[in-house]
């Protein structure tokens, strides 16, 4: 099974979002893959998704209320096949 890891800043906004549309995707495809987000800090560890991400998804049938932000580690590196960065920021980062 393939792993996907979605990566922004602070993990509650942009990486939610495309942790969400990645799961409702692979759902309606009925493909199995594991995917993650997390953020490149830990200024939002543990804090559920923005609510304006909350809605953004919700409007399009998405639910990612229940997700949490964790910070990228080291063993991430190693456990995704693809590591998605979400700006070029992120990418230097990681």
Known sequence: MKRILFVCLGNICRSPLAQGIAECLLKDEALTMQIDS????????????????????KNHGIDISMQRSRPVSKNDIDYFDYIVALDSKNKADL
């Open 38 to 57: 997390a953020g490149t800090s830990n200024c939002h560890e543990g804090e559920s998704p923005c609510k304006h991400s909350i809605k953004v998804a």
